[in-house]
């Protein structure tokens, strides 16, 4: 079985839909098998996106992701990374296919409502940044 780390942004919380991004996941058999609310802050934002820090938008999105708080999820299935982005739609929410929760959701290419690891390095990398053994099922 696959793992994934998914968050449910700032702006994801601020428009109250934890709720509709997990029932999304689950209808799909995916399993939520470690989740926390946390906010965090710019250091820990800047860490956990250190693979774009090069980008012109590292400063803004994480200013962003450190703004409000956010939704930690592991999330397990099979084919779960490519599955879960899937879910997601593409990154800027004018490009999503009908039906996505960026689609649906998103207000622009930043806030764009939920977040999901592209391949099984990062995940592993996202997974462990954010939570210890004791914290997965
Ligand atoms: P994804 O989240 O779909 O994997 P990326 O890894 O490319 O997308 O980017 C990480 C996050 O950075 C995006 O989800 C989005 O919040 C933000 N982002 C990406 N591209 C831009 C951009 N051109 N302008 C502003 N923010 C961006
Ligand atoms: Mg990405």
Redesign the pocket.
């Known amino acids: 079985m696959e793992k994934t780390l998914s968050i449910v942004k700032p702006d994801g919380v601020e428009k109250n839909v934890i709720g509709e991004v997990i029932r999304r996941f689950e209808s799909k058999d995916i399993k939520v098998v470690g989740i926390k609310m946390v906010k965090l802050s710019k250091e820990q934002a800047e860490g956990f996106?250190a693979v774009?820090k090069e980008r012109p938008?590292f400063g803004?999105?994480t200013d962003f992701m450190s703004s409000g708080p956010c939704v930690l999820m592991v999330l397990e299935g099979e084919n779960v990374i490519p599955r879960a982005r899937k879910i997601m739609g593409?990154?800027n929410p004018e490009e999503a296919d009908n039906g996505t929760i960026r689609k649906d959701f998103a207000s622009d290419?930043?806030?764009?409502i939920v977040?999901?690891s592209?391949s099984p390095e990062s995940a592993d990398y996202e997974i462990n940044y954010f939570f210890n053994q004791l914290e997965t099922v």
């Open positions: 996106y774009h938008f803004s999105l593409a990154t290419i930043e806030h764009n977040h999901g592209d």
